[in-house]
């Protein structure tokens, strides 16, 4: 007999959930779903102002939440941020890395300092944002998790579009969560990566409000539609919940069939 209570098994009371990125377009609604679920949600990113701004909506909504600024980029930064949310609230349970950049170049016009800018907005943050957190919840014993957002271009090409430096950058970090859920598995510490399609966001909202350039998004996706924002968050919730406790290493497919389509 399952001896855990299913009630509510996706309930993340008492964790403190730290969302880097988090205020942003699909990062906004990963923050909320966290808080909502119960967890003490940090936001944290570049903007200060906005990480706290949205702390404080989430705090109005009657959930737990605090802002922080950090560049994602400085690692030292990062190690400070950790230090300091673990004085303040005495662990960090869970990671979400919404952090990433893209710089669209066809292959034959690619520059270094683009590729290098993506790299070091979305590998290179993925590597040590996961390594500043794991080294607190390695020394803390008591397991945790970590997300990163990813793509379906972590496994894929696009034609027709210059997408190398993400694709390069994503699939790199697509395979560097692997590594780390291998090496984080003996600390009871989950890393898995959800791997969107287009989703549908504030950005985007304007042009895809044109029926041509919709349909020519959706043209390929079997449910006809594109992910939401909340698609995403839901997946990032599975991830961090006692469901997937067993789970870690693992890329999830939010792309309404894309990929299993051919």
């Known amino acids: 007999m ?4 299913l009630t509510n098994p996706t309930r993340l009371t008492g964790k403190v959930a730290l969302v880097v990125g988090g205020y942003g377009a699909i990062g906004t609604t990963i923050s909320e779903m966290l808080a909502a679920a119960g967890a003490t949600c940090i936001v ?23 802002g922080a600024e950090v560049d994602a980029c400085n690692v030292e930064a990062l190690r400070e941020l950790t230090d300091v949310l673990v004085k303040e609230h005495g662990t ?12 669209e170049q066809p292959f034959l016009e690619v520059t270094e300092d683009a590729f290098d800018d993506v790299y070091a907005k979305t590998l290179r943050v993925g590597m ?10 390695v020394a803390a014993g008591n397991g945790g998790s970590q997300v990163h957002l990813l793509s379906v271009r972590s496994s894929l090409g696009y034609r027709n579009r210059g997408y190398s430096s993400m694709c390069a950058a994503k699939g790199g970090l697509a395979t560097l969560m692997k590594q780390q859920a291998t090496e984080l ?4 510490i989950t890393v898995n990566g959800v791997a969107p399609g287009v989703v549908r966001t504030r950005k985007n909202e304007e042009a895809l409000n044109d029926p041509t350039t919709l349909q020519s998004a959706v043209a390929n ?3 006809h539609r594109l992910a939401t924002p909340a698609d995403i968050a839901g997946a990032t919730l599975f991830f961090v919940s006692p469901l997937s406790r067993f789970v870690s290493g693992q890329l999830l497919f939010v792309d309404g069939g ?3 389509s051919g």
Do not use: Y
Not at 2 to 5: G, K, T
Not at 92 to 103: A, Q, T
């Open 2 to 5: 399952l001896s855990e209570d």
């Open 44 to 66: 944290a990113g570049r903007n200060g102002d906005r990480s706290r701004g949205l702390a404080k909506e989430l705090h109005t909504r009657g959930w737990k939440a605090a």
């Open 92 to 103: 960090i349970d869970i990671l979400v890395n919404c952090v990433g950049s893209h710089k």
């Open 128 to 137: 040590f944002l996961s390594q500043a957190v794991a080294r607190h919840q």
């Open 185 to 188: 598995a003996p600390h009871r």
């Open 221 to 223: 996706i079997p449910f």
């Open 258 to 260: 894309l990929t299993a």
